[in-house]
């Protein structure tokens, strides 16, 4: 499937799309044997997407997005692997069946797995969670010579010969085309709370820094805007487990976040904040 990605005066690079894995190795291949460029991209949340034209020597676009294929998903075992044009969100509510998810959480959700992993995109979770590198156990892929490549596998622990899936990590699209993931999955967290606090620009950095000190165990730590001028910080910190714990965590934190810092479970919106991570 080809889709356009400009019309004007100038001749245009139409985005392929591919069906199917096979689909993508071939088209890779007609490529190398051309010795035409390709730009590689999922949805596009961490890039652009300008018309490109051949005149302006534009590489060839190939989107992952329609490899949707789920491969395994065994709760029993911690893993779950299915093809590169799944989106976060989708592979989140996939695992939500079985109460299961996964420890990244990008920017945006509509982020595709292998630009996940093309980006090095973790999101919040990845100061107090790990990021793709703890996550990720395998990969598959298109290279350079239009090989269908596999490292790693199903299992937490298989390490033999050079870890080519964590060489994948944040490779932007110049080692291979991402047509594959298996990631190591994780249990909901139990009761899921957070403590927010609206800040300014200097304070949330020096926050964060508390925190970190005093090893507190959070889930995440956040900051987004919470100004149209930029200059204010609504900063969260989530935790969980059983109220004992959490109300030990609360604490701890109200210390640092003081009075003014207020407390949502999952689920929960302030009506200052109704949108709320």
């Known amino acids: 499937m080809t889709r356009t990605?400009?019309?004007?005066?100038?001749?245009?690079?139409?985005?392929f799309v591919p069906q199917s894995v096979e689909?993508?190795?071939?088209?890779?291949?007609?490529?190398?044997?051309?010795?035409?460029?390709?730009?590689?991209?999922?949805?596009g949340t961490s890039g652009h997407s300008d018309p490109i034209s051949l005149e302006e020597g534009g590489c060839f676009p190939v989107?992952?997005?329609?490899?949707?294929?789920?491969h395994f998903f065994d709760p029993d075992d911690l893993v779950a692997g299915m093809q590169a044009g799944q989106t976060a969100a989708e592979m989140q509510q996939l695992l939500a069946q079985k109460k299961m998810q996964l420890?990244?959480?990008?920017?945006?959700?509509?982020?595709?797995l292998g630009g996940m992993v093309s980006a090095n995109i973790s999101g919040p979770n990845r100061m107090n969670m790990g990021g793709l590198r703890d996550?990720?156990?395998?990969?598959?892929?298109?290279?350079?010579?239009?090989?269908?490549?596999?490292?790693?596998?199903?299992?937490?622990?298989?390490?033999?010969?050079?870890?080519?899936?964590?060489?994948?990590?944040?490779?932007?699209?110049?080692?291979?085309?991402?047509?594959s993931v298996n990631f190591k999955i994780q249990p909901f967290v139990i009761d899921p709370h957070a403590l927010f606090l609206e800040t300014d620009?200097?304070?949330?950095?020096?926050?964060?820094?508390?925190?970190?000190?005093?090893?507190?165990?959070?889930?995440?730590?956040?900051?987004?805007?919470a100004s149209a001028e930029g200059n204010r910080i609504l900063l969260g910190a989530g935790f969980s487990g059983n109220p004992e714990r959490r109300s030990r965590i609360a604490n701890e934190l109200q210390d640092v976040f003081g009075e003014k810092s207020f407390m949502l479970a999952d689920g929960d919106d302030s009506p200052e904040w109704p949108c709320l991570p």
């Open 5 to 15: 990605v400009a019309e004007n005066a100038a001749p245009t690079v139409s985005e």
């Open 23 to 43: 689909q993508a190795r071939e088209w890779v291949l007609e490529r190398i044997s051309l010795e035409q460029s390709i730009r590689i991209h999922g949805n």
């Open 63 to 70: 989107s992952s997005q329609d490899l949707k294929t789920i």
């Open 103 to 112: 420890m990244v959480n990008p920017w945006y959700p509509d982020s595709t």
């Open 135 to 179: 996550s990720l156990i395998g990969i598959e892929y298109i290279n350079g010579r239009g090989e269908l490549v596999k490292a790693g596998g199903k299992v937490v622990k298989n390490v033999t010969g050079y870890d080519l899936t964590r060489m994948m990590i944040g490779h932007l699209g110049g080692l291979g085309l991402i047509t």
């Open 201 to 225: 620009l200097q304070n949330w950095q020096n926050a964060v820094g508390l925190l970190q000190s005093r090893r507190i165990p959070l889930d995440w730590i956040q900051a987004v805007s």
